[in-house]
């Protein structure tokens, strides 16, 4: 099993910057693919950014595509998804996952909210 917990969230003003954090701990040399989804309101949760234990490649969503970075430590504990230039559409519940050969677990969410 993989515990991840996330950090960072908050009110930030359209065009600021915020940096979410998840720790992950237990099987944690299971983890094959890492990611970063969200589930505004009313809609369904959404991929938002993924990167693979190898750490060679990502992937974003096309809406956040040049605006958010994914990323992580070099103990392979802790993932950032680094937002700029946020806007209102991106105000949303953000949540980690971890894609384990033993299935995949989410973190509880941490809140971020754009607006003025």
């Known amino acids: 099993q993989v515990q991840l917990v996330e950090s960072g969230g908050g009110l930030v003003q359209p065009g600021g910057s915020l940096r979410l954090s998840c720790v992950a701990s237990?099987?944690?040399?299971?983890?094959?693919?890492m990611g970063w989804y969200r589930q505004a309101p009313g809609k369904q949760r959404e991929l938002v950014a993924t990167?693979?234990?190898?750490?060679?490649?990502?992937n974003y969503a096309y809406s956040v595509k040049g605006r958010f970075t994914i990323s992580r430590d070099s103990a392979e504990t802790t993932w950032y998804l680094q937002m700029s230039s946020v806007e209102p559409e991106d105000t949303a519940a953000y949540y980690c996952?971890?894609?384990?050969?033993?299935?995949?677990?989410w973190g509880q969410g941490t809140q971020v909210t754009v607006s003025s």
């Open positions: 996952n971890a894609a384990t050969n033993g299935g995949s677990f």
């Open positions: 237990g099987n944690i040399y299971n983890i094959a693919v």
């Open positions: 990167m693979p234990s190898s750490g060679r490649f990502t």
